[in-house]
């Protein structure tokens, strides 16, 4: 088993920034890849950026490519979420998840966490 603890969301203005965590524990934390993930209201759970077990890969989405940024500490068993230049339209709730597998599928994913409210005014 492996839990997720999602912290650092928030308010904050459109062009503002926020840093999300994701504190991991259970299982070894560095042989997973991981992914954050958001889902807005109405709206079905999308992809934002996923890391490999290394931190030498990772994928964005377009959406968010050149405003976020993810990196991992495997020494703190932490991953992180960058986000720079905010919009309206990021506002979300923000999921980290863990996987096997180096995928933009939520279903590749095994372990979520309980979700960070993201709000971003306009």
């Known amino acids: 088993q492996v839990q997720l603890v999602e912290s650092g969301g928030g308010l904050v203005q459109a062009g503002g920034s926020l840093r999300l965590s994701c504190a991991a524990s259970?299982?070894?934390?560095?042989?997973?890849?991981m992914g954050w993930f958001r889902q807005a209201p109405g709206k079905e759970r999308e992809f934002v950026v996923v890391i490999s077990w290394s931190g030498g890969n990772t994928y964005y989405a377009d959406s968010v490519k050149g405003r976020f940024t993810i990196s991992r500490d495997n020494a703190k068993n932490t991953v992180y979420l960058q986000m720079n230049s905010l919009k309206p339209e990021d506002t979300a709730v923000y999921y980290c998840?863990?996987?096997?597998?180096?995928?933009?599928?939520?279903?590749?994913?095994?372990?979520w966490g309980q979700g960070t409210q993201v709000t971003v005014s306009s």
């Open positions: 998840a863990v996987g096997r597998s180096f995928s933009t599928n939520a279903y590749e994913f095994d372990y």
């Open positions: 259970g299982r070894t934390f560095g042989s997973y890849a």
